[in-house]
């Protein structure tokens, strides 16, 4: 069985943040923050070198695949900000067609800067997704 690679680490989400050399993107970085926190009630976390992430949940597949992730997170990719969301729950289809200018991938959401995207769109689904993953698996305290 694989061992998931991103894990909680003891390094500071504030100084990850801190560290990042762009200013906007540490502006959008920390905003990120004050949404997930207000979304999850959770402090950050440092998953992995760069995934900021908030709570988190055990799951385990029917493949017997298992571990531990945060409930949702972000991270700065290159030029981009990144935020996981759930896979599949109701509704995102609807809320990315009024989000603003971004891509999307299998659990991601890429987009530029935040000055992009509206704002309670992006809490609004960021919240949809938390709660769809505390449903479907067991959170950790």
């Known amino acids: ?63 017997g695949h298992e571990g531990d992730s945060a ?17 599949a729950f109701a509704g995102p289809d609807a809320l990315l067609a009024k989000l603003g200018k971004h891509r999307t991938g299998k659990v991601c959401v890429y987009m530029r800067r935040l000055a992009n995207v509206d704002l309670k769109v992006l809490e609004t689904l960021v919240a949809r997704s938390v709660a769809d993953t505390k449903r479907r698996y067991p959170v950790r305290a």
């Not at 050399?21 to 959008?28: L, S």
């Not at 207000?38 to 385990?60: C, I």
């Not at 700065?76 to 896979?87: H, P």
């Open 1 to 63: 069985m694989s061992v998931p690679k991103t894990k909680p680490t003891e390094v500071s989400a504030e100084s990850h943040i801190a560290a990042i050399a762009n200013e906007e993107q540490r502006n959008d970085a920390q905003a990120l923050v004050a949404l997930m926190r207000r979304v999850t009630r959770q402090e950050p976390r440092m998953w992995g070198p760069s995934m900021v992430g908030f709570g988190s949940y055990h799951y385990k597949y029917a493949s």
């Open 71 to 87: 409930l949702t997170a972000f991270a700065m990719r290159g030029r981009e900000l990144v935020v996981y969301i759930a896979e």
